[in-house]
């Protein structure tokens, strides 16, 4: 339904334009809509003759596939309702493309955090994702614990699952305080509690995890 966009572009226009692909041929330039296909319809219903866009020119007609599976890409990240799994896959696929991290964040108004932290969701457990997906644990807070833990799998799925055994949905700082017991627990299992590193780690970990408790 686009009578609601339609409506705001008939009272204040279009804050943003749609993006055209100019792609050459035998018989002349050939305008494809890259991005904005909602927002043409809602023009269209609209009074307004003419449409705010953003004309893009291919030189070669084989560019065309590649275009239009940037603008995909980054159409795709900069929707307000992708979940956090949905985001991470997005940023993976700049990843893959040679894009670093800082640039990734930087085109799309990001914190490099941000970007590291949702690529860090996919090295996770797959119930870890799911969880992080459908809200039931906090993403950001989890790929922290098991970064700095090394969580194998085992110790993740135990991780979420403590967490949503809970009665009452616990805020961020009590899932982390949650996750980072089971963790330390488990460090120390591994180690038979022998390795003074271990032990140093494991000391420092109940500290950081009183400073959560305190707030």
């Not at 799309?108 to 941000?114: H, N």
Request: glycine share 6%.
């Amino acid at each position: 339904d686009v009578g609601p966009l339609a409506d705001s572009i008939e009272q204040g226009g279009m804050i943003q334009p749609i993006v055209v692909i100019d792609v050459p041929s035998e018989s002349g330039p050939v305008y494809y809509i890259g991005a904005g296909h909602s927002r043409w319809r809602a023009h269209q219903v609209s009074s307004r003759e003419r449409i705010l866009s953003t004309v893009r020119r291919l030189t070669r007609p084989e560019q065309f596939e590649r275009v239009m599976r940037w603008i995909v890409l980054t159409e795709n990240i900069q929707r307000k309702d992708l979940t956090p799994l949905e985001e991470a896959r997005a940023f993976a696929a700049w990843r893959d493309q040679g894009f670093t991290q800082a640039q990734i964040a930087a085109q799309f108004q990001v914190s490099d955090f941000q970007v590291s932290v949702r690529l860090g969701l996919l090295a996770t457990d797959p119930v870890v994702q799911a969880a992080a997906e459908t809200g039931k644990v906090d993403g950001n807070q989890a790929v922290h614990v098991i970064r700095s833990m090394g969580a194998p799998p085992p110790v993740q799925r135990e991780m979420v699952a403590a967490v949503v055994a809970q009665p009452v949905r616990p805020t961020v700082l009590e899932q982390r305080r949650i996750m980072l017991r089971i963790a330390a627990e488990h460090d120390l299992q591994r180690s038979d509690g022998q390795s003074a590193a271990v032990l140093l780690r494991h000391e420092q970990l109940q500290k950081a995890v009183r400073l959560v408790e305190a707030g």
